[in-house]
């Protein structure tokens, strides 16, 4: 699990430009950030080295992580960033 600091810092490097991107991002936080693994973590880190057309791309399914990208870590948190939450789960 990461430490307090380590997921505000976390949270402040995932801002992003565009919207669409933070929506998901603000609901993998509310749902998943509390017990942040440093894996999904790591992997959460190599997203957002992306430029934001192409994360969106990944969020969106509209393509699926290649190369470096292409590990569990990645993988692991873009199925919970795809996954929507209905309102009764809040």
Same mark, same amino acid.
């Given at each position: 699990m990461l430490s307090v600091a380590e997921l505000n810092k976390l949270r402040w490097r995932c801002r992003r430009g565009l919207l669409e991107n933070d929506l998901f991002i603000e609901r993998f936080f509310s749902h998943h950030g509390q017990a *942040?693994? !440093?894996? %999904?973590?790591? @992997? *959460?880190? %190599?997203? =957002?080295e992306l430029a934001d057309p192409d994360l969106l791309d990944l969020l969106l399914? &509209? &393509? $699926? #992580? $290649? @190369?470096?990208? +292409? +590990?569990? +870590? !990645?993988h +692991? !948190? *873009? %199925? *919970? =960033? %795809?996954? #929507?939450?209905s309102? $009764? &789960?809040h």
């Open positions: *942040l693994t !440093v894996s %999904r973590a790591q @992997g *959460l880190t %190599r997203l =957002m399914a &509209r &393509r $699926e #992580p $290649e @190369g470096a990208l +292409d +590990d569990t +870590d !990645v +692991d !948190v *873009l %199925r *919970l =960033m %795809r996954t #929507p939450y309102a $009764e &789960r």
